[in-house]
């Protein structure tokens, strides 16, 4: 039987990376996309294959859509047909208001977020539907419980652009519904991960714990898991579904 087809965009680190080797695990072939970090991506690829799993790894800035068109077409040359994605590449920035936000880092937050996760959801849906001879398959966007607070005093922008997520996981559930393609998202809360670097707090996720209900921030594993139950059979009548994975908040 051939292993069914995924890919982590952003897969080089965190929930990624996880992921991915949860899926390997479970039986999928994985194909890992960074932007910058290739010896974490090669070194995952090595761990997965010294498990008997299938990995490669592809760099792409999914951001650029010469990028993604060489991603998916990579794909298809090595892995075959694709049977899922997690649109999961992302990024945040520096704590701050919005007035103090300019249109360098607007424009990176968004391209990344947003135009990112269109253009992969795009090409996979081009090989998943079955309008376009494919035979159906799943998306799983990684959104985050900051589109529904709305991150005040922090990044309002990332948050928005998690809501634009939201929206996109709507919208093209219905969508392709009738294709064969679910689409749902995973709304993470606080998780441990090397992303809280780049607010400038790394400890974030820690000094945040009392604004939990669960008082504490959640793993990566715990991510993990809820991404790869929403790409598994088990979730077959399961889409256009905003999953909170939040400990409560
Ligand atoms: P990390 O910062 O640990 O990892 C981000 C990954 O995305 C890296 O593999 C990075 O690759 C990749 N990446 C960044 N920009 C691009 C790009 N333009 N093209 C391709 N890959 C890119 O983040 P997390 O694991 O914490 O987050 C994963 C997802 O979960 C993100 O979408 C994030 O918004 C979301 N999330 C995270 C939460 C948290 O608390 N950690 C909470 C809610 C949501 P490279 O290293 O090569 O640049």
């Known amino acids: 039987m051939k292993n069914k087809v995924v890919l982590i965009t952003g897969g080089s680190r965190g929930i990624g990376a996880t992921t991915a080797k949860l899926a390997s695990k479970k039986g999928w072939a994985v194909c890992i996309n960074y932007k910058n970090s290739h010896s974490q991506a090669e070194q995952l690829v090595n761990e997965i294959k010294a498990s008997d799993g299938i990995a490669i790894a592809v760099q792409a800035d999914v951001s650029i859509e010469k990028d993604v068109l060489r991603l998916f077409g990579t794909i298809d040359n090595k892995l075959g047909k694709l049977d899922a994605l997690v649109n999961n590449a992302g990024i945040i920035a520096k704590q701050a208001k919005l007035v103090d936000i300019d249109i360098e880092r607007l424009q990176r937050v968004f391209n990344t977020n947003i135009i990112g996760s269109f253009l992969c959801a795009r090409e996979a849906v081009k090989r998943m539907s079955t309008k376009h001879d494919g035979t159906g398959g799943c998306i799983v966007n990684i959104s985050s419980s900051a589109a529904r607070i709305g991150s005040p005093n922090e990044f309002i922008d990332y948050a928005a652009s998690k809501g634009a997520i939201d929206t996109m996981t709507l919208g093209l559930a219905k969508e392709v519904a009738e294709e064969g393609i679910r689409v749902n998202a995973i709304r993470p809360g606080l998780i441990a991960t090397e992303m809280h670097q780049d607010t400038g707090d790394m400890d974030r996720p820690l000094k945040m714990k009392n604004a939990i209900p669960m008082k ?16 598994s059979e088990e979730a077959s009548y399961v889409t256009g579904a905003l999953i909170d994975v939040a400990g409560g908040r």
């Open 216 to 231: 504490r921030a959640g793993s990566a594993d715990e991510v993990a898991n809820a991404i790869v139950w929403a790409m």
